[in-house]
């Protein structure tokens, strides 16, 4: 039995082409490549070129946008009698996807590979209800994300130099449109709160705190060394709404505290979520009224702190409490500047005595959005557009204005975007270790 890890030749992703079975994007593939070497198989590496070769080829994706460069170069695979076992945190609404896999693993595999193989080496069919066979796939059953215990035990070696040794299993906090809290139940051999793992970020673990933990720390925020936090959410109620409680005060303080840190400041990046139901004006106003009373309340500096407001457009996730919630179609690249700072030159939100705002210009385009709405909610009748979609070097070389129609044209966009019933609900067949569902619909 020859199984191979495929390599792409490109990813949605240019960095993902350098880290590619280096770091950290595909630790939970050298996880399951681990599982298959202690059992006695030999795996290899391949690409394109010799996946024809191979009886088993397992493919990893890591994020949704990982299907459209994986669906592309699939296309262009020799015939060959192979099985293709996809896996990985991009594997979660996967009817759009079917044809071009034959298992597909919902969430940890490392309990789950080996019996898979097996199975696949005696001509069994293999059932599980985190294992989607392609050929029995059905809406109408049940399928649960895999869950793990504990890390995985052992030290896994993602390259020449490096070794990973896993501490730390998802995040404490709930928010319910996020897959990483839901998807993942959390365990850690670290710590209670969530930290970034210093063995596969080399060096992130003080430098990226969640404000929720931040909150709770009684001794002082370590300013000297935090780079990055989240708000999640431009006012408290949209926050609250999304089991964010990071209420106007913790805000405020996080924000006096900043200024009143008697060491050098330096640029500060705030995680945000925007484009959420019931979202207004309004809400946007109370993050920068934030800004304004913090920064007047504060000593002038010479060197100012700088904060970059890196908002990613709501989507919410399968098989999570939100998964029903409606999206919204709205370019939200700049808009933030333009509508807070629309006096201010370039991206600038405020300008202060003592700090500075901008918007980072990193947000996701409309379009890109777009391809989530169809890798998330998209249906089996939309994979023969999706075919077409990767086949065309035209359209991903096209701007973002163009995709945007192009997408417009050939999916059902106001469907995608649109709130779901628990009932219609593309991806009701994937659960998780929490009943979810029971939120579905409720909002």
């Known amino acids: 039995m020859k199984i191979c890890a495929y390599v792409q030749d490109s990813y949605a992703k240019a960095n993902y082409k350098n880290e590619c079975m280096d770091i950290r994007q595909f630790t939970g593939l050298r996880v399951i490549i681990d599982c298959l070497e202690r059992a006695g198989y030999t795996v290899d590496y391949a690409g394109r070129a010799t996946v024809h070769l191979y009886d088993v080829v397992l493919v990893s994706l890591t994020s949704d946008c990982d299907w459209w460069s994986f669906v592309a170069e699939r296309l262009r695979w020799q015939r060959g009698d192979y099985k293709v076992i996809i896996g990985g945190a991009g594997v979660l609404h996967i009817s759009p996807f079917i044809r071009w896999g034959d298992y597909f693993m919902f969430g940890r595999g490392e309990d789950l590979i080996v019996p898979l193989v097996d199975a696949i080496v005696r001509g069994d069919e293999f059932e599980h209800e985190s294992v989607a066979n392609a050929a029995t796939f059905s809406l109408d059953k049940v399928y649960y994300v895999a869950q793990a215990r504990n890390p995985y035990p ?24 996020c897959g990483y809290t839901w998807h993942r139940r959390f365990c850690s051999t670290v710590s209670n709160d969530y930290r970034m793992s210093e063995s596969l970020f080399g060096g992130m673990e003080d430098k990226e705190r969640a404000m929720l933990d931040l909150a709770k720390n009684k001794e002082g925020i370590d300013f000297k060394h935090l780079r990055t936090t989240a708000i999640d959410g431009m006012s408290e109620r949209l926050r609250r709404m999304v089991n964010k ?5 913790i805000f405020q303080t996080f924000l006096s505290a900043m200024l009143a840190y008697a060491g050098k400041p330096h640029q500060l990046k705030l995680y945000n979520v925007i484009g959420y139901p019931t979202e207004t004006f309004e809400d946007w106003m109370e993050f920068y009224e934030a800004l304004v009373s913090a920064d007047r309340a504060s000593a002038p500096r010479e060197k100012q702190w700088s904060i970059v407001l890196h908002s990613t457009p709501f989507r919410p996730m399968p098989a999570t409490p939100m998964a029903c919630c409606a999206m919204s179609k709205r370019n939200y690249r700049g808009e933030v500047g333009r509508t807070l700072g629309k006096d201010l030159k370039g991206n600038l939100i405020y300008q202060g005595k003592s700090l500075w705002a901008v918007e980072s210009m990193g947000t996701d385009s409309l379009s890109t959005v777009m391809l989530s709405a169809i890798a998330h909610r998209g249906s089996l009748s939309d994979s023969e557009n999706i075919a077409k979609l990767c086949a065309s070097k035209k359209f991903w070389n096209a701007s973002a204005t163009v995709k945007e129609a192009t997408l ?30 029971r939120l579905w619909g409720t909002r």
């Open 154 to 177: 052992h030290k896994i070696r993602i390259s020449e130099k490096r070794t990973y040794d896993e501490g730390t299993i998802g995040c404490p906090h709930k928010c319910f449109f």
């Open 245 to 249: 409680p990071i209420t106007k005060e």
């Open 408 to 437: 417009t044209r050939y999916f059902d966009m106001d469907k995608l975007f649109g709130e779901f019933t628990p009932a219609d609900l593309p991806s009701r067949y994937l659960r998780t270790y929490a009943k979810v569902e």
